[in-house]
């Protein structure tokens, strides 16, 4: 993992985008672009960061903060303005006081010690963020770290890999459960960073660049750990050529915007030598059709792809009834996975565009992923890459995939539901 770290580039990012009473906000801004610049570690608003410092109001008041990255904005791209500052010791006051809340309620606990207005929210991970007693906390997505993590067995892995330095907590539902939960594993001595399994990796430090290399130091741990270990498994290397597998898409793209329609009426493609070994071989369907990395990836792409089984691109006709039959069988597995958890629905019903897979996996041709707009397309693209390589490097080292179990990912689904107010509907 690349360290893109440069003293004189903070520095001039500081002078440029700094506000002149707040240098730790802008130093955590250029940290934060350095982490979003990188895929592997964060891409498309996952992961978020943080620091603890002085907020001074306009009546020259100076109140304890929290300053964090706000909720779904790119990391990539974010200016010292953009943070959220919020009421630390209120918040802290706050977050012990209570035992369980919603997201309704969390969301407006947040807007209460928010000091200044804004648009956007404070990431629902927040509580982690303040429960760290220490000044920088930097969480991320790293490729390397959930292929170490997201396994059976992941724990002892993570620290063959990164040493006792590093926690370990099993998946924990966002918000005030992996507060908790990372306050509980803090208690440890000599931590110097907790993976969270199914999710990432927090560090932290008493500046920006010390957590930044940290994160930096422990990614490459996990990529020289998995180095050393692959080849215990193989993926074959696929018959079909990038220049075929395009053709065919280019072929039936059409074809397959038709079938998504209205719903998914914009296709990104997904097709590389890496892709194609994966979807044409003989254990595709066990090794890549299984459930997501973390919550992020779930609320993009949902449980699963759908995986259209020895697809004929000899006879359109064929291929059609192959596909529809795909999306009918995808539809009645995800209705039964809502009917399992009827009671938790509580009368709530997604609309239609929640039963259309997100991701196709076709052999001989690739990954197509699909949405209502390009943008969207795109990140889903970008998202099933890392899905498709994570996977392939837990195989490849010799482990047993472990994702989201179906009751955590149920739940996330519900928070999204409630969040965009759904109407009640007969199940």
Not at 11 to 39: C, D, M
Not at 80 to 86: S, T
Not at 379 to 407: C, M, N, P
Request: charged share 25%; hydrophobic share 40%; net charge positive.
């Amino acid at each position: 993992m690349k360290d893109l770290w440069k003293d004189f580039d903070a520095r001039q990012f500081i002078k440029t985008h700094g506000p002149a009473e707040n240098e730790e906000l802008a130093v955590l801004a250029y940290a934060t672009r350095l982490v979003g610049a990188i895929p592997d570690l964060a891409m498309h608003g996952g992961g978020n960061t943080s620091c603890k410092g002085i907020f001074r109001t306009a009546s020259k008041d100076q109140i304890r903060a929290l300053f964090i990255k706000p909720s779904g904005a790119d990391m990539k791209t974010v200016f010292p303005e953009d943070f959220i500052a919020l009421d630390l010791l209120s918040l802290m006051k706050s977050l012990r006081s209570v035992r369980a809340h919603g997201d309704e309620e969390i969301t407006a606990m947040f807007r209460q010690h928010m000091l200044k207005p804004s648009n956007t929210l404070p990431s629902i991970e927040t509580p982690m963020h303040a429960l760290l007693e220490n000044r920088f906390v930097i969480h991320t997505h790293p490729s390397a770290i959930l292929a170490l993590s997201n396994r059976i067995g992941g724990e002892k892995i993570v620290t063959d890999a990164l040493g006792a330095e590093a926690g370990f907590i099993p998946y924990a539902s966002l918000g005030l459960d992996l507060g908790g939960a990372v306050a509980t594993e803090m208690k440890k001595k000599g931590l110097q960073a907790i993976v969270l399994s199914q999710h990432g990796l927090v560090t932290w430090g008493e500046s920006a660049k010390e957590a930044y290399k940290k994160t930096i130091g422990l990614v490459s741990r996990a990529e020289s750990h998995l180095k050393r270990t692959k080849g215990l498994s193989a993926i074959p290397e696929s018959k079909t050529s990038v220049n075929t597998a395009m053709r065919r898409y280019k072929k039936y793209a059409p074809l397959l915007t038709e079938l998504l329609s209205p719903y998914s009426s914009v296709l990104s493609p997904l097709i590389s030598k890496e892709i194609l070994d994966a979807v044409d071989g003989p254990k595709a369907r066990e090794i890549f059709c299984t459930e997501p990395l973390n919550p992020d990836h779930l609320l993009r792409i949902k449980i699963s792809p759908l995986f259209i089984e020895n697809p004929d691109y000899e006879n359109e006709d064929i291929l059609r009834r192959q596909i529809v039959e795909g999306l009918k069988s995808f539809r009645a597995g995800y209705a039964a996975y809502l009917k399992r958890h009827a009671k938790r629905l509580h009368g709530l019903m997604p609309d239609d565009s929640e039963f259309m897979p997100r991701v196709l996996l076709m052999p001989g041709l690739g990954a197509v992923c699909a949405a209502a707009d390009m943008q969207t397309a795109d990140i889903l693209r970008d998202i099933t890459r890392q899905a498709f390589h994570v996977k392939r490097l837990i195989y490849e080292t010799g482990g047993d995939y472990l994702g989201l179990s179906e009751d955590d990912s149920f739940e996330m689904e519900l928070r999204r539901w409630r969040k965009q107010k759904l109407h009640p509907m007969q199940l």
